[in-house]
């Protein structure tokens, strides 16, 4: 229990040091995002009394004669009691435009989690069990140079292959809109087609997994117990698995967790891409309004994700790794 409560005050330092940069990070940006709706307004035909743009800046949490230490306590306070403002792209409140992509990225990033760290583990088990024949070459090369590719190259080459050119899988959007949504086969369906070229995109960005479990697989068949077993004449299948994989899987638990950014990171880019309706299009269109709030409610949502994640997995490593509970005894 004292692991965990050193652990959970090191995140909520963390968390704090987050919501201090995500205040301030936007506000180093170039541009005003109350200038930048006046600019949106005044292509329109449309113009606004001073007293109005100062009822804006209010509301919108971005006032030129109000210090940023002040605008900062607000931001703080808002963030405890969940007013995390009014988007100036959307005007609708962050966390109810969040809320729509945020379902869309969790299914994306859920899939992708869950088969990924299944194909890249049981193949790291297998090439490393196997190592140093043919298929530990062809398999360990091709995960490496796949995985090599950057995010944007992958994801265009797929979309103009599979869904512009050959036409097998649909150029955007997260289901057919003539769909009407529901718990219906035919909707569940229409979702599941739309996911797979995002989801497939993805997997094979993360194939460098392999890599890592590979060589945590080897370092663990040379330790002592995996040599007893054998000597015990126990089944090479269950000292592979058993003995072996069960010890080499933790430190994937901490790859895992740290690999959590970077995972939604590159979903951005994919989502962007395939014009998938997550999060990654909603910080996109934030990023060209500047819309302040909108940033600042995903990276908070980003960083609690991260930190969580971690957390998460130190929990995990507490109660999978006797050595760890060992050590603080």
Known sequence: MKFILSRLGFYLLAFLAAVTINFFLPRLMPGDPIQSFLARLAQNGGQISAETIASLEVLYGYSTNTPLFEQFITYVGSILTGEWGTSTRFFQP?????????????????????????????????????????????????????????????????????????GWFPTGYAYNPSIDAGWSFEFVGSVAYHLVLP???????????????????????????????????VKDKKVMMQYGARNAVLPMITTFAMSVGAIFGGSLIIEIIFNYPGLGQVMFQAMLARDYPLIQGYLLIMTVMVLGANFVADCLLFVLDPRLRTQLD
């Open 94 to 166: 962050v966390f109810e435009v969040l809320g729509r992509g945020m379902l869309w990225t969790l299914l994306l990033v859920g899939c992708y989690l869950l088969v990924s760290y299944t194909i890249t583990t049981l193949l790291g088990i297998y090439v490393a069990w196997k190592r140093g024949t043919w298929t530990d070459s062809v398999i360990t090369v091709s995960s490496v140079v796949v995985s090599s590719v950057p995010a944007v190259v992958m994801a265009l080459g797929m979309y103009f292959l599979f869904a512009s050119n050959l």
């Open 199 to 233: 989801l497939l995109c993805m997997v094979a960005l993360g194939m460098g997994n392999v890599m890592g479990m590979r060589s945590n697989m080897i370092n663990q068949l040379g330790e002592d117990f995996i040599v007893m077993g054998w000597a015990k004449g």
